[in-house]
């Protein structure tokens, strides 16, 4: 596609339960992050993905964050057991390389209930 | 832990009047990024500034790096209803973890007509 692409663009969720959220990052971008940004927040680094390289997840806030992507290409974000201060936007960007200009997509907005 | 302090948070002018954002932070970046993000969408980058004493204009947008690397302040000539959005700064780390970007809250900037 043209740009980075997120889905869903709305989650609304109950506490407790676990989500999904997915990133098809530009193609031929090696680089892939996930940043979190919350009301009155900047954005916060989660997770780091480069190529083959293990991923940078110093970001990420609890155990019950994950993330994985799949043959350097889409990735996804896991939260499980959901919690109330997990509602934000959750912003994926890709990169051509490190250093690049990095490209974001629209975001998952997710709400906890 | 590197923190970039935004100034101001909200601002709301009249089309044509001038304005200055600025980026504190105490600790030296390798570079600092400016975005402008819409509401439902994802930051979009509108300049990078490398060197100490930098400054770079974009149309009426004019970016200064300050010597040290450590500040920055995004100036906007003649606002434009247009010109309207969240503007983030962003650090780009120096050393190991040179893919991170260290996010300020942002400005909230309201032209109106």
């Known amino acids: 596609g043209a740009g980075v692409s997120q889905s869903p663009s709305n989650k609304v969720t109950e506490k407790g339960k676990d989500v999904e959220l997915r990133c098809d990052p530009i193609?031929?971008?090696?680089?892939l992050y996930w940043y979190r940004q919350s009301l009155g927040q900047g954005l916060e680094f989660l997770i780091y993905?480069?190529?083959?390289?293990?991923?940078?997840k110093s970001g990420l806030p609890s155990d019950r964050f994950s993330a994985e992507r799949t043959g350097g290409s889409v990735s996804t974000l896991t939260i499980q057991r959901t919690q109330q201060e997990d509602s934000a936007v959750y912003l994926c960007a890709s990169s051509w390389a490190v250093n690049t200009e990095a490209f974001f997509g629209q975001g998952t907005r997710l709400t906890v209930v | 832990t590197q923190l970039l302090e935004q100034s101001p948070q909200f601002l709301s002018i009249q089309e044509g009047e001038n304005l200055t954002v600025y980026c504190n932070s105490s600790s030296v970046f390798s570079s600092l990024q400016w975005y402008r993000q819409e509401p439902g969408e994802g930051p979009v980058l509108l300049v990078t500034?490398?060197?100490?004493?930098e400054v770079k204009k974009l149309k009426r947008l004019t970016f200064q790096f300050g010597d040290a690397r450590k500040d920055s302040s995004l100036h906007i000539t003649a606002a434009q209803p247009g010109d309207t959005g969240l503007y983030l700064c962003a650090g780009l780390n120096s050393g190991g973890s040179n893919y991170k970007l260290t996010f300020g809250k942002g400005t909230l900037l309201t032209v109106n007509p």
């Open positions: 993905f480069q190529g083959n390289s293990a991923p940078d």
């Open positions: 193609s031929g971008h090696t680089a």
């Open positions: 500034v490398v060197t100490g004493g």
